[in-house]
């Protein structure tokens, strides 16, 4: 005779999350982690939502079927943040090398606050209210406003995708999206000092104490503007060397090289002085300068605490010469040399900012 159901669903660990679960009408729901709070209430609300039920219910016939439990069901905020930040790994990757970029190593670092604070709790509890709060106790730690919108956009992107995956409620996601970025002047946010060109008085005494190898990337950087990335990724086949007075190095991958832009970077007579010994004797895989921006940066930093000076950044090299090209040639040659991240801009100025440049890289280069 079949039974009626009487009984109150359990509460049980699910062994293979660490979560709980309650399981109605064969339907398993997750709660959240084992023991926790939040799942407790979780499973109240479940329980207090069943409707009153005395139909009876047909006995169990032969081996019940085994079900993958549903994504949206139950995940915690540090369950989506780990599954984007493998995502992202995965996504945001240099396609030559195959290592992650800089933004897979941002997006890490941003959601680690968000995972420490809130990994507990089930992901579509996460609402605005919870994130603004989250947004101004890290303004009142002393985040920049830049920090604190940046964190706010990532997590929002992680959460579009996790809706987009069917591991959190649309809803969820959406809500994110009405949290406004905080804006100048109107928040207890400070703000994120310019980035000043370096002087030339400071980077001629630091080329003086580094090694050969830091000396002469920073040196090229200071020729022709490149960032510190496409310097130390620079290889021989990438250098087109057919032109006797200018040579091009084209580097396979750069900043904007997703948007579908070309990277075009002239190199005159002082810098193939640097390059030449170098090209007949590269190192791994090609490379003309053995070393990583991380090293680069370490060296730089060492260098200035050790003279004394304010410390700099290899990137604010680039800065300084887009000042000096900017004076001497006009903005739009230095939108070309710097190779300007708007692609609109680009393409009206390309053809003709071309001409410029190589006429800076023989007279300045």
């Known amino acids: 005779m079949p039974r009626l159901v009487r009984q109150v669903p359990k509460y049980c660990l699910h062994k293979g999350s660490g979560q709980a679960t309650v399981t109605i009408d064969k339907r398993r729901i ?7 709070v939040e ?48 995502h992202a790994n995965t996504y945001y990757r240099n396609p030559t090398t195959g290592k992650p970029t800089g933004e897979a190593q941002n997006i890490a670092w941003i959601l680690r606050s968000i995972a420490e604070r809130f990994g507990e709790l089930p992901a579509d509890h996460l609402g605005p209210k919870r994130v603004k709060d989250h947004r101004d106790q890290m303004a009142a730690k002393g985040a920049t406003r830049y920090v604190c919108n940046k964190t706010v956009a990532i997590l929002r992107r992680c959460f579009t995708w996790a809706a987009s995956e ?13 949290i406004p ?8 946010a400070k703000e994120c000092e310019p980035v000043r060109p370096v002087s030339d008085e ?57 948007r579908g832009t070309a990277r075009s970077i002239p190199l005159g007579e002082r810098v193939q002085v640097i390059l030449r010994p170098r090209i007949l004797k ?32 290899p990137n604010m090299v680039r800065h300084a ?24 801009t680009t393409q009206i100025y390309a053809e003709r900012d071309d001409r410029k440049a190589l006429e800076f890289a023989r007279a300045f280069g």
């Open 202 to 258: 400071h980077l001629e005494q630091v080329i003086g104490v580094v090694s050969p190898l830091v000396g002469d990337v920073l040196r090229v950087m200071a020729l022709t503007g490149a960032r510190p990335g496409e310097i130390c990724s620079m290889t021989v086949q990438e250098v087109d060397r057919s032109a006797a007075d200018v040579w091009i190095y084209r580097p396979d991958t750069h900043k904007c090289a997703w």
């Open 282 to 313: 590269p190192g791994r895989k090609g490379r003309l300068f053995d070393i990583t921006t991380d090293a680069l940066n370490r060296s730089v930093h060492r260098a200035c605490v050790r003279l004394g000076i304010p410390v700099f950044r």
């Open 39 to 86: 799942s407790h209430q979780r499973y109240g609300e479940v329980i207090a939502g069943i409707p009153a039920r005395a139909e009876p219910v047909p006995p169990k016939r032969g081996r019940p079927r085994r079900t993958e439990p549903t994504p949206a069901a139950g995940l915690l905020v540090g369950q989506v943040i780990a599954r984007f930040t493998k």
């Open 181 to 188: 970025a905080l804006r100048r002047g109107r928040s207890p």
């Open 321 to 344: 010469f887009a000042t000096r090209v900017r004076e001497r040639f006009g903005l739009e040659a230095a939108q070309v040399l710097l190779g300007h991240s708007e692609i609109a």
């Open 30 to 36: 997750y709660l959240g982690k084992h023991g926790s």
């Open 166 to 178: 069917e591991m959190v409620k649309p809803e969820t996601a959406m809500g994110l999206r009405l």
